[in-house]
């Protein structure tokens, strides 16, 4: 099935080719002042989208699309947590132009998970064959439509300025009193509380979703937990690899909380297509299909919250504290490191 996408994406969009993906090296070092950590965390990542921009317009690999929009979202993090200290307003209007650029990127992304994830549907009798590939050809047909409006949006003036504004505010030179105190202090210093502060944050999230059960509560918390996740993977070069036990139990939790959130997007996806806002004329037999999809959808929520107990219980606990007040109290690195790629690009 993924097979088939792809070859009905390449003769929509022309002849395919390999895409390397960027290879990040991010040096942040305890040493650094905060300031001036957030402006390499936010120029990796504008290079990051940059090398991506040439395979989006082309369209030679959906993953493109996939990296530059995870890119966009940690660029966004990064000027939430970091934002009053490069200076506010020159943040807001960065955040503004990336959630632009990223609710474009998100519309083509919807549409090739939507692809990617039909073939765990394979087990539904009348979804075989004919009826699988009618529904792939049309929305690949459909996909060409988002993906030039964000072909156009990435050449535009918009996007040019707003990149012209990013490189300028991390090209700047930090000031000896910016307006924020938090600024000029050491990583070691400011980090820990900020990201345990997120910790406690994402705790009493989770109690409310785990104890209330709705699909609304669970998303909040998934907000949360990839803030918290974002800046620590943006620090956490300068720890080397001690915050790995606490980020990998993050991930565990952000995933089966994605998995949770996709039955959501796939039934409002399924309606859409229903109701004609995005594919018209559909064959019978295709919109029963989709039917079956979307009643399929309730099983696997109740999976993900089935598993969700349990991950649950092993992140709000003692030792995750421990492993986190640990990771971020090691020996500084203070000549930078290598940044990891591990899970960098879940979403």
């Not at 290079?47 to 940690?74: F, N, P, Y």
């Not at 700047?172 to 900020?194: G, H, N, Q, W």
Request: glycine share 6%.
């Amino acid at each position: 099935m993924i097979r088939q996408a792809r070859q009905t994406q390449s003769e929509v969009s022309g002849k395919a080719a390999k895409v390397v993906p960027f290879a990040p090296v991010l040096n942040v070092a305890t040493s650094d002042r905060v300031d001036s950590a957030a402006k390499k965390v936010l120029v990796f990542h504008m290079d990051r989208l940059a090398s991506e921009i040439d395979g989006i317009k082309k369209d030679t690999d959906v993953e493109c699309v996939h990296r530059g929009r995870v890119a966009v979202r940690r660029m966004r993090s990064a000027l939430s947590l970091f934002g009053p200290m490069l200076g506010v307003k020159r943040a807001e209007v960065i955040s503004r132009d990336l959630k632009w650029i990223g609710a474009l990127l998100g519309r083509v992304r919807d549409i090739d998970v939507f692809l990617l994830k039909l073939p765990r549907y394979a087990k539904l009798k009348r979804f075989a064959g004919e009826e699988e590939m009618f529904l792939v050809k049309r929305l690949m047909a459909y996909r060409s439509f988002p993906l030039k409006a964000l072909s156009d949006a990435l050449g535009s003036a918009r996007y040019k300025r707003m990149e012209r504004r990013l490189r300028a505010l991390t090209d700047t030179i930090e000031p000896k009193r910016p307006s924020s105190s938090v600024a000029v202090k050491k990583i070691s210093d400011a980090v820990p509380s900020m990201m345990e502060g997120m910790f406690e944050s994402v705790v009493e999230k989770g109690s409310e979703a785990f104890k209330k059960q709705r699909m609304k509560d669970f998303h909040k918390l998934r907000i949360e937990a990839k803030r918290l996740r974002y800046g620590l993977e943006a620090i956490s070069p300068a720890y080397g690899r001690a915050l790995d036990p606490f980020i990998k139990r993050l991930v565990e939790m952000q995933d089966c909380l994605g998995d949770m959130q996709d039955t959501v997007f796939t039934r409002g996806f399924i309606d859409d297509i229903l109701d004609g806002k995005i594919l018209k004329g559909l064959r019978p037999g295709t919109g029963f299909v989709l039917g079956e999809i979307y009643m399929l959808q309730r099983e696997i929520a109740s999976d993900c919250r089935r598993d969700f107990s349990g991950i649950w219980r092993r992140f709000a606990s003692k030792r995750t504290l421990r492993d986190l007040k640990k990771g971020l109290r090691v020996k500084p690195v203070t000549s930078g490191a290598t940044q990891r790629t591990t899970g960098e690009e879940t979403a």
